[in-house]
C-alpha cells in the first residue's frame, strides 16, 4: 500500500511539474528578418545571429547626449546574439550605425544599441580604422549627407562559436554623398588591420 501511495504521489508531483514548466515550441530561425525604425534598416539573419546588411544616414547631427554605461539590449521579436557571444574573446560589439553620429538624442543613441545593430567585429578592426572611417564620415557629413550601407560577408568555412554567433570574414561599407550623388566604398577584413582605412578603399559595385 505504501508503495503504491508513492507511485500516486511522484505521478503528480510529475504532471505539476510537466503542466507549470511546459516550455513553447522553439521557433524555427530565419534567414532574413528586414526590421526599420528612425535609426537603420537591418536584414537580420537570425541563423547566423548577425546582420547581413544595414542601412543608416550620417547627417550634421548636433551631439546633446553622452553613452555613459549604456549597454546592448535583445529584442524580443528576433533572435539575435547576445552577451554569451562576446564573452572573453577577442570579438567586439561593433556598431553598425555608430552610436556617435545619433548622439543628437537619447531615443536615437539608444536605438544604435540594439543587437539588431551589433556585429561580431574584431577588437582591433572596432577600435582602430573603422572607429577612423567612422570619424571621416562624421566631417563629410558636414558638406553633404551621408546614405551608408554596411553589408557583411560570411565565407563558406567561416567561423563559427559555440554560442552560436557566426563570425563576419569582411565587411563593405558603401558611402554615398546625396549632394553630389557620388559613391565611396571601403572593404575590411575582420581582422586586425595592417593598413590605414584610406587604404581600404576599393572600387565596388552598388
Known amino acids: 500500500m505504501k508503495l503504491w501511495k508513492i507511485i500516486l504521489i511522484s505521478l503528480a508531483l510529475y504532471g505539476c ?8 515550441p522553439q521557433k524555427e530561425l530565419r534567414a532574413e528578418v528586414i526590421v526599420e525604425n528612425p535609426v537603420f534598416k ?13 542601412v543608416y544616414t550620417s547627417t550634421n547631427r548636433v ?13 524580443k521579436d528576433v533572435h539575435t546574439s547576445d552577451n ?3 564573452y572573453r574573446n577577442v570579438w567586439d560589439k ?11 538624442s537619447y531615443e536615437n543613441l539608444r536605438q544604435t544599441f540594439s543587437f539588431l545593430n551589433c556585429a561580431l567585429q574584431d577588437q582591433y578592426l572596432n577600435r582602430g580604422e573603422w572607429r577612423l572611417l567612422e570619424e571621416q564620415e562624421r566631417e563629410w557629413d558636414d558638406e ?32 554615398y554623398f546625396e549632394k553630389t550623388g557620388s559613391w565611396k566604398c571601403f572593404e575590411f577584413e575582420n581582422e586586425k588591420p595592417t593598413k590605414g582605412w584610406e587604404e581600404h578603399e576599393v572600387t565596388h559595385s552598388h
Request: net charge negative.
Open 17 to 24: 511539474e510537466k503542466e507549470g514548466f511546459a516550455q513553447e
Open 42 to 54: 537591418v536584414w537580420y539573419n537570425e541563423i547566423y545571429e548577425q546582420p547581413m546588411k544595414l
Open 63 to 75: 551631439k546633446n547626449v553622452d553613452r555613459g554605461s549604456m549597454n546592448f539590449y535583445t529584442e
Open 84 to 86: 554569451a557571444d562576446y
Open 94 to 104: 561593433g556598431h553598425l550605425a555608430p552610436a556617435a553620429t545619433y548622439s543628437d
Open 144 to 175: 553633404s549627407n551621408l546614405t551608408v550601407t554596411v553589408e557583411l560577408v560570411f565565407d563558406e568555412g567561416h567561423e563559427v562559436l559555440p554560442t552560436g554567433g557566426h563570425i563576419p570574414t569582411d565587411m563593405i561599407k558603401h558611402i
